[in-house]
């Protein structure tokens, strides 16, 4: 699978970040946020005729969903709110990480840029299926790309940080990574509540 590891950090004004962190929260983020014309998520499910995709260029430049959403959110996939972690680091920033499929959502990302002028939008993504190990990063502001580079360390950064995310909800690796985290050598001093 084509999976796509996208870190982006928002900065900008409090009620900005919040107005971003609770789009993110709604059940189909991108479709909410920019959704794709309803006659054209009909050809989700079944394969439009000639004359309807013909019908579908005339009327909105796009023969189906897929090229749609490539087009204008960079991923013919999108995301639901529950594969979305969202953490303020303070300072007047957001952090937002979630997986794509297909292509990173950098489109999306610049979208919603455009209509937060105001915010910087610094973007990091790898796919996975290189093990991460060639790192895209982006800098956005008005729509605009400013910066591009990437990295090439032997980057588990970002998939480690997603990663670790998915984990902390389960019960027994928020357990686990406490108990390390207050026992200075290490070592899990007692057993598993669940064990029991």
Same mark, same amino acid.
Not at 3 to 26: C, S
Not at 102 to 113: E, H
Not at 162 to 172: A, D, E, G, Q, T
């Given at each position: 699978?084509?999976?796509?590891?996208? %870190?982006?950090?928002?900065?900008?004004?409090?009620?900005?970040?919040?107005?971003?962190?609770?789009?993110?929260?709604?059940?189909?983020?991108?479709?909410?946020?920019?959704?794709?014309?309803?006659?054209?998520?009909?050809?989700?499910?079944?394969?439009?005729? &000639? &004359?309807? @995709?013909?019908?579908?260029?005339?009327? &909105? #430049?796009?023969?189906?969903?897929?090229?749609?959403?490539?087009?204008?959110? #960079?991923?013919?996939? #999108?995301?639901?709110?529950?594969?979305?972690?969202? &953490?303020?680091? !303070?300072?007047?920033? =957001?952090?937002?990480?979630?997986?794509?499929?297909?292509?990173?959502?950098?489109?999306?990302?610049?979208?919603?840029?455009?209509?937060?002028?105001?915010?910087?939008?610094?973007?990091?993504?790898?796919?996975? #299926?290189? !093990?991460?190990?060639?790192?895209?990063?982006? $800098?956005?502001?008005? @729509?605009?790309?400013?910066? =591009?580079?990437?990295?090439?360390?032997?980057?588990?950064? =970002?998939?480690?940080?997603?990663?670790?995310?998915?984990?902390?909800?389960?019960?027994?690796?928020?357990? $686990?990574? %406490?108990?390390?985290?207050?026992?200075?050598? !290490?070592?899990?001093?007692?057993?598993?509540?669940?064990?029991?």
């Amino acid at each position: 699978m084509n999976l796509y590891h996208n %870190k982006i950090i928002i900065y900008g004004d409090k009620t900005r970040l919040e107005e971003i962190a609770i789009a993110f929260k709604r059940p189909k983020p991108f479709q909410s946020l920019l959704p794709c014309p309803e006659f054209l998520l009909v050809t989700i499910n079944e394969s439009p005729s &000639s &004359s309807q @995709m013909l019908e579908n260029v005339r009327v &909105s #430049g796009f023969q189906s969903f897929f090229d749609w959403r490539a087009w204008k959110w #960079g991923t013919p996939w #999108g995301i639901d709110s529950a594969d979305v972690e969202i &953490s303020r680091l !303070g300072d007047g920033r =957001l952090n937002l990480l979630f997986e794509t499929t297909g292509a990173p959502a950098i489109q999306m990302i610049q979208w919603i840029s455009a209509n937060n002028s105001s915010c910087k939008f610094e973007m990091s993504t790898c796919w996975e #299926g290189d !093990g991460c190990r060639d790192v895209t990063h982006l $800098l956005i502001q008005d @729509m605009t790309i400013t910066k =591009l580079w990437h990295t090439k360390p032997n980057c588990l950064e =970002l998939w480690f940080e997603y990663s670790m995310n998915r984990i902390w909800r389960l019960p027994f690796y928020r357990w $686990l990574i %406490k108990r390390i985290q207050k026992n200075e050598a !290490g070592k899990i001093t007692e057993d598993h509540p669940e064990q029991h």
